[in-house]
């Protein structure tokens, strides 16, 4: 017999809805924001705090048993823990911490000459929050 989803392990549509418009709704204000600016960096905050918790609270009871999985997810877990390392080391040395430093460069300095204006900057704000949200409700 087929599993059947129950109406709680699935949004509804219009739950679906809300959180899309709420994606580009916050992609349209990180888009005005300027690049490295201290709106930019709370409106970062805010998202990552949001759908941390929403994460937290969405966690299912149910542990990965098979080992495959378990060491997938400890070499993932490792190389996100490597790139944030990476990152906050990037962030530390920086000279400024409101201008982004060529000789310490985060992934944030790497992407903004392509990122930095226009339709990419929006298409970029929409990526990052679809990539955040799909991972927190996985």
Known sequence: MAAESTPEARPSSGWRV?????VV?????GFVTRPFG???TVLVVVVGVAVLIRAIRS??????KDPPLRRGT????????AIAGWEAYAFVRQPDWTK????HPTLSTLLDP?????????????????????????
Do not use: K, N
């Not at 966690?59 to 990965?64: N, Q």
């Not at 392509?114 to 927190?136: I, S, T």
């Open 18 to 22: 809300l959180a899309v418009v709420c």
């Open 25 to 29: 709704a916050v992609a349209a204000v």
């Open 38 to 40: 201290w709106a930019a």
């Open 59 to 64: 966690r299912s009871s149910v542990r990965p």
């Open 74 to 81: 400890a070499m993932w877990s490792a190389l996100l823990l």
């Open 100 to 103: 982004p430093s060529d000789q």
């Open 114 to 138: 392509g990122l930095e204006q226009g339709p990419l900057r929006f298409a970029g704000w929409l990526v990052w929050l679809a990539v955040g949200c799909w991972l927190a409700t996985r």
